[in-house]
């Protein structure tokens, strides 16, 4: 049956009123677990120091009866550094927007919360990052060097804890590099070819066991999405356990929590800001934020119909003693 002639249809109107959801609904996640699990500290300079130091490896020690002592040089314990970086969102909100009846907060109120959330999603981002340290310079930005810096590749001048794939074949090593820390900065990573083969508890174990024999305990294991599907998928983990209480989830349902390595326990975190072919094996007490600069919202001076404010801060990667930690670098995505 077709309409009757002459009705006034939702089409003929005129005065309708907009259906428009009164929230807006965000897409923020907020997971930012390395930034939030280490201590901070307050630093005074833009170039931070301290000292990591290691026992000389154990030995036959033994010396005939009545014997006078020989001495050595002591071993020299390392001192290194790592730059503060100056970090920044900038707001320019014109004051006709700010008096604009909108959906959710005032405009500039929505933007500050904005701009903060995503200041320290950067901020892990770099914490995490496989950039080297820079001093900077006049026209160049200071940098802070990241975590997969710090952690160097087992031919570097000073040997480190990185674990290329084991796999034999095409599959196997790239051509991956992270050089040692020297003359007060650290290099970044360079990636090379990435592997075509996926990590396997072998090769967890081998960098856990990397950082166990330098003197450190890790307990965690972060890492990128694509690397946690390999490491759910790992089918030794079925057979090993972890003593939980009665209220603690389990560590193993169809994905890996938990990992149990001779080596030590392991709790295992996915970062959306780790790079995608790494994994970290990490003594997350050897770890840091020094902090120059807390962040805060800066007014800056209004110049014409409009308002300005900036969330600034500055911060740095404290690596305590990297060689407490390690790392899987170049693996399939």
Same mark, same amino acid.
């Given at each position: 049956?077709?309409?009757?002639?002459?009705?006034?249809?939702?089409?003929?109107?005129?005065?309708?009123?907009?259906?428009?959801?009164?929230?807006?609904?965000?897409?923020?996640?907020?997971?930012?677990?390395?930034?939030?699990?280490?201590?901070?500290?307050?630093?005074?300079?833009?170039?931070?120091?301290?000292?990591?130091?290691?026992?000389?490896?154990?030995?036959?020690?033994?010396?005939?009866?009545?014997?006078?002592?020989?001495?050595?040089?002591?071993?020299?314990?390392?001192?290194?550094?790592?730059?503060? &970086?100056?970090?920044?969102?900038?707001? *320019?909100? !014109?004051?006709? /927007?700010?008096?604009?009846? @909108?959906?959710?907060?005032? =405009?500039?109120?929505?933007?500050?919360?904005?701009?903060?959330?995503?200041?320290?999603?950067?901020?892990?981002?770099?914490?995490?990052?496989?950039?080297?340290?820079?001093?900077?310079?006049?026209?160049?930005?200071?940098?802070?060097?990241?975590?997969?810096?710090?952690?160097?590749?087992?031919?570097?001048?000073?040997?480190?804890?990185?674990?290329?794939?084991?796999?034999?074949?095409?599959?196997?090593?790239?051509?991956?590099?992270?050089?040692?820390?020297?003359?007060?900065?650290?290099?970044?990573?360079?990636?090379?070819?990435?592997?075509?083969?996926?990590?396997?508890?072998?090769?967890?174990?081998?960098?856990?066991?990397?950082?166990?024999?330098?003197?450190?305990?890790?307990?965690?294991?972060?890492?990128?999405?694509? &690397?946690?599907?390999?490491?759910?998928? *790992?089918? !030794?983990?079925? /057979?090993?356990?972890?003593? @939980?209480?009665?209220?603690? =989830?389990?560590?193993?349902?169809?994905?890996?929590?938990?990992?149990?390595?001779?080596?030590?326990?392991?709790?295992?975190?996915?970062?959306?800001?780790?790079?995608?072919?790494?994994?970290?094996?990490?003594?997350?007490?050897?770890?840091?934020?020094?902090?120059?600069?807390?962040?805060?919202?800066?007014?800056?001076?209004?110049?014409?119909?409009?308002?300005?404010?900036?969330?600034?801060?500055?911060?740095?990667?404290?690596?305590?003693?990297?060689?407490?930690?390690?790392?899987?670098?170049?693996?399939?995505?």
């Amino acid at each position: 049956m077709s309409q009757v002639s002459g009705t006034t249809d939702s089409f003929d109107l005129g005065q309708l009123k907009e259906s428009l959801d009164p929230v807006i609904w965000d897409l923020f996640p907020m997971d930012t677990y390395f930034q939030n699990t280490i201590e901070k500290e307050n630093v005074t300079n833009t170039q931070h120091q301290w000292i990591y130091d290691a026992l000389q490896a154990a030995a036959n020690n033994k010396v005939e009866e009545g014997d006078d002592a020989t001495y050595s040089t002591l071993v020299t314990v390392t001192r290194v550094s790592n730059y503060t &970086q100056i970090s920044r969102k900038a707001i *320019l909100l !014109s004051d006709t /927007t700010s008096a604009l009846n @909108v959906v959710g907060q005032n =405009p500039m109120g929505r933007a500050i919360m904005k701009s903060m959330k995503e200041y320290k999603r950067d901020v892990e981002f770099d914490l995490l990052g496989k950039q080297g340290s820079s001093a900077g310079a006049t026209g160049t930005a200071r940098a802070s060097g990241g975590v997969q810096a710090w952690i160097a590749g087992i031919n570097a001048a000073i040997p480190g804890n990185t674990v290329m794939p084991s796999t034999g074949g095409t599959g196997g090593n790239t051509t991956g590099t992270t050089p040692s820390y020297a003359s007060s900065v650290v290099s970044g990573q360079v990636d090379g070819t990435t592997s075509t083969s996926s990590v396997v508890l072998a090769d967890i174990t081998s960098a856990a066991e990397l950082a166990w024999t330098d003197g450190g305990e890790p307990d965690v294991i972060l890492c990128s999405s694509a &690397q946690k599907k390999y490491i759910d998928a *790992l089918s !030794s983990l079925a /057979t090993r356990t972890v003593e @939980v209480g009665r209220t603690d =989830p389990l560590p193993i349902s169809n994905t890996a929590n938990v990992i149990v390595t001779a080596f030590g326990t392991f709790k295992v975190i996915m970062s959306r800001y780790l790079h995608r072919t790494s994994t970290l094996v990490l003594s997350m007490d050897k770890w840091a934020m020094g902090q120059l600069r807390a962040p805060k919202v800066v007014e800056l001076a209004k110049t014409g119909d409009a308002t300005k404010k900036m969330i600034i801060g500055e911060y740095t990667l404290i690596a305590r003693n990297p060689n407490a930690s390690a790392k899987l670098q170049g693996f399939k995505e």
